[in-house]
């Protein structure tokens, strides 16, 4: 039973977002005896800023994941932000500090390089080609970034969106050589599907995986499907590779940590979520 002392974490999102986290955090709370709970918000874009404020007046708060569209709207309103935020430009978390300031953080990326390590990826001094740049690819190139990789290249049918991402880059790690280029994955350590492309299987493929390597890591971000034509693709030609829900379920303990209820792992948090993937 929720009561004014049980610690609250918001799921804010559109109203018509389809809140899924708290299937997967109140079960594994309810686990561990933890007097906390994920509620799901609904709240329009333009009613968002003032609910937030209102939001993180209650006592018992101690932060909010953060969903679409609000995530970019989110860095204005935060105190501070971690420099993953900064490069993505989003934030889909926020945490109420003792003093009350709001620290804003991204964590989809953290989801996706944590799940690479775990599979014996070594991103340090690696070679890495992100495919899309947008809400996804950015902070996966930010958390690949400081995971100290060797170069980062990246694409996107919007240059301008991949020069951006290159700038912000460059700003934080200029030791680290940033690239704008093609969708070619030939000479990469690793190449990041981080398009919507896979979610129909009569998408076209975000690159050629003839062009692939079998010692090429192939990460996907599309959780519609497990394996998608690319990986599909990836896997015939002994590719190692990542699906895209192996992110989420790596995401959340990076989430755990940072609002202080310690962590969790991947299959322990399968093993009580309320929902299959």
Not at 130 to 136: I, L, M, P, Q
Not at 159 to 170: C, I, Y
Not at 243 to 264: C, H, K, N, R
């Amino acid at each position: 039973m929720i009561s004014g002392k049980t610690t609250l974490i918001a799921h804010i999102g559109y109203p018509t977002e389809a809140f899924k986290a708290p299937l997967i955090y109140n079960p594994w709370f309810d686990s561990k005896g933890i007097d906390a709970v994920v509620v799901p918000m609904g709240v329009k874009a333009e009613d968002f800023p003032e609910s937030l404020k209102q939001i993180f007046k209650f006592t018992n708060l101690r932060g909010a994941l953060v969903t679409m569209p609000h995530k970019v709207t989110t860095m204005s309103l935060a105190d501070d932000a971690t420099i993953t935020a900064k490069i993505a430009g989003a934030a889909n978390a926020l945490l109420k500090r003792e003093d009350g300031t709001l620290l804003a953080d991204q964590f989809d990326g953290a989801g996706f390089a944590r799940g690479v390590a775990r599979k014996g990826f070594k991103t340090k001094g690696s070679k890495i080609l992100v495919v899309g740049t947008g809400g996804v690819g950015s902070p996966i190139a930010a958390s690949l970034a400081a995971d100290g990789a060797a170069s980062i290249s990246l694409f996107d049918l919007n240059t301008a969106s991949a020069e951006g991402l290159a700038s912000r880059l460059k700003q934080y790690y200029p030791d680290m050589e940033v690239n704008v280029t093609s969708n070619d994955p030939a000479g990469y350590d690793m190449v990041v599907n981080a398009t919507p492309l896979g979610m129909k299987d009569s998408d076209p493929l975000p690159f050629d995986p003839t062009r692939l390597s079998p010692s090429t890591f192939v990460g996907e971000v599309v959780m519609k499907n497990e394996i998608t034509p690319i990986l599909k693709a990836a896997k015939e030609l002994g590719c190692q590779y990542q699906v895209g829900t192996d992110m989420l379920f790596e995401m959340i303990p990076a989430y755990l940590e940072f609002f202080g209820f310690g962590t969790a792992t991947p299959d322990e948090l399968r093993a009580v979520a309320k929902i299959s993937y």
